[in-house]
């Protein structure tokens, strides 16, 4: 009975992604910011129902395969959780791969942001700003905070290509790599109908409410995101988050200025608005960009002109205006992560109600304020340097 009423939904999915298809002309047309409907209520219900918890859920004996499989799982995974490069690659490398994991791209491109993010750290401009502790404490936050996310989703996405490699469903393992419950169904769903929106904003939703532990600890709350410069920086447009993508001759962003970082429904609907404007707006050109030109850390990768990699302190033939923006390798070194496994942070099916849609904007082309960002920075920086 069950099966026939998920059916039946599969069905509902399906008719009502070809009348989006047929309404995306008209959209484009006439609605520049428009809200992306992902799912009838009727299946994020029939979802919630899949999620509840039951005592008497069965106990899953594992077989030698099964434990097979979760070695090689949890062996790729740790090693490609290295560091920013590494993982940024292993999201690529995975997409070229299965390119219905739409979310595999996204996680791509924002993991090039937090690289950037990284380096800036060591860069001319914030290493100027920041002291030395605090330099150090922002690494490891941003470290920890794009380790741990790895950690949980890369393990995910290799369980769902030993799932498409043996054409049997393996999603039961989940809650042996301590993935939340929130994502079961989820998977289960997206194996049978490849309902790539699904997954993607899913994953969005599940690494925002993972990382949430580590946003509230009041090391990072006191040191970092209630400081002063933390929140000057974020009211200014500083924290943006940058898709660079080929147009013409030339290389521009698009993306978002995230500017309530702690609050992690916000953070939600920033990925969501994101994987609208790259997956919507963008895709063949950022994946023109990314394809071509290897992530190494620098900003540099995307803007050459404005960017170098070699310091002016140490390398007098770098002139202004050149801003210096090290390779990861140049900045920092390896760590290694401590990766706690949590409670489960999925505890109401109100947070199914964020399926349902997604937002793409209509002035998604950051360039221009990026540039005036950059200026309003060097300006922040001599303005220091005047003052001591």
Same mark, same amino acid.
Do not use: C
């Given at each position: 009975?069950?099966?026939?009423?998920?059916?039946?939904?599969?069905?509902?999915?399906?008719?009502?992604?070809?009348?989006?298809?047929?309404?995306?002309?008209?959209?484009?047309?006439?609605?520049?910011?428009?809200?992306?409907?992902?799912?009838?209520?009727?299946?994020?219900?029939?979802?919630?129902?899949?999620?509840?918890?039951?005592?008497?859920?069965?106990?899953?004996?594992?077989?030698?395969?099964?434990?097979?499989?979760?070695?090689?799982?949890?062996?790729?995974?740790?090693?490609?959780n290295?560091?920013?490069?590494?993982?940024?690659?292993?999201y690529?490398?995975?997409?070229?791969e299965?390119?219905?994991?739409?979310w $595999?791209?996204?996680?791509?491109?924002?993991?090039?942001?937090?690289?950037?993010?990284?380096?800036?750290?060591?860069?001319?401009?914030?290493?100027e700003?920041?002291?030395?502790?605090?330099?150090?404490?922002?690494?490891?936050?941003?470290?920890?905070?794009?380790?741990?996310?790895?950690?949980?989703?890369?393990?995910?996405?290799?369980?769902?290509?030993?799932?498409?490699?043996?054409?049997?469903?393996?999603?039961?393992?989940?809650p042996?790599?301590?993935? $939340?419950?929130?994502?079961?169904?989820?998977?289960?769903?997206?194996?049978?109908?490849?309902?790539?929106?699904?997954?993607?904003?899913?994953?969005?939703?599940?690494e925002?409410?993972?990382?949430?532990?580590?946003?509230?600890?009041?090391?990072?709350?006191?040191?970092?995101?209630?400081?002063?410069?933390?929140?000057?920086?974020?009211?200014?447009?500083?924290?943006?988050?940058?898709?660079?993508?080929?147009?013409?001759?030339?290389?521009?962003?698009?993306?978002?200025?995230?500017?309530?970082?702690?609050?992690?429904?916000?953070?939600?609907?920033?990925?969501?608005?994101?994987?609208?404007?790259?997956?919507?707006?963008?895709?063949?050109?950022?994946?023109?960009?990314?394809?071509?030109?290897?992530?190494?850390?620098?900003?540099?990768?995307?803007?050459?002109?404005?960017?170098?990699?070699?310091d002016?302190?140490?390398?007098?033939?770098?002139?202004?205006?050149?801003?210096?923006?090290?390779?990861?390798?140049?900045?920092?070194?390896?760590?290694?992560?401590?990766?706690?496994?949590?409670?489960?942070?999925?505890?109401?099916?109100?947070?199914?109600?964020?399926?349902?849609?997604?937002?793409?904007?209509?002035?998604?082309n950051l360039?221009?304020?990026?540039?005036?960002?950059?200026?309003?920075?060097?300006?922040?920086?001599e303005?220091?340097?005047?003052?001591?």
């Amino acid at each position: 009975m069950f099966t026939d009423f998920i059916n039946w939904i599969d069905e509902e999915i399906m008719e009502a992604k070809a009348k989006w298809k047929k309404a995306q002309v008209f959209l484009k047309i006439f609605m520049r910011e428009k809200y992306v409907k992902l799912f009838l209520l009727l299946v994020v219900e029939a979802l919630s129902k899949l999620m509840v918890k039951t005592p008497s859920e069965k106990i899953v004996f594992l077989g030698d395969k099964e434990i097979d499989i979760l070695r090689r799982i949890r062996e790729e995974t740790d090693s490609l959780n290295l560091n920013n490069i590494t993982r940024t690659r292993a999201y690529l490398d995975f997409y070229l791969e299965n390119e219905e994991i739409h979310w $595999s791209f996204l996680a791509h491109m924002v993991s090039r942001n937090g690289g950037w993010n990284m380096t800036d750290l060591k860069g001319s401009i914030l290493r100027e700003l920041l002291s030395t502790n605090k330099v150090q404490l922002f690494f490891e936050f941003l470290e920890q905070a794009n380790a741990e996310i790895f950690h949980d989703a890369y393990a995910q996405l290799l369980l769902y290509r030993y799932s498409k490699q043996s054409g049997r469903n393996f999603f039961y393992l989940l809650p042996h790599l301590s993935v $939340s419950t929130f994502m079961k169904p989820i998977w289960k769903h997206f194996f049978k109908t490849k309902q790539s929106s699904l997954i993607t904003v899913a994953l969005i939703i599940n690494e925002q409410h993972l990382i949430q532990r580590l946003i509230d600890h009041p090391t990072y709350q006191k040191e970092l995101l209630n400081t002063i410069l933390f929140k000057a920086q974020a009211r200014l447009g500083f924290t943006n988050v940058l898709f660079p993508y080929r147009n013409a001759h030339r290389i521009e962003v698009a993306g978002v200025t995230v500017q309530n970082f702690e609050n992690v429904n916000y953070r939600i609907s920033i990925g969501k608005t994101l994987y609208g404007i790259l997956f919507h707006e963008i895709l063949a050109a950022a994946r023109s960009f990314a394809f071509q030109k290897p992530h190494t850390g620098s900003r540099a990768d995307f803007w050459p002109d404005i960017f170098t990699k070699k310091d002016s302190k140490i390398n007098e033939s770098v002139q202004h205006p050149f801003i210096f923006s090290p390779t990861l390798k140049q900045a920092w070194p390896n760590i290694q992560h401590k990766i706690q496994i949590q409670k489960d942070w999925y505890t109401s099916p109100k947070v199914l109600n964020q399926l349902t849609e997604y937002y793409i904007p209509a002035a998604y082309n950051l360039t221009t304020n990026y540039k005036n960002d950059l200026k309003s920075l060097v300006l922040m920086n001599e303005l220091k340097n005047m003052l001591n």
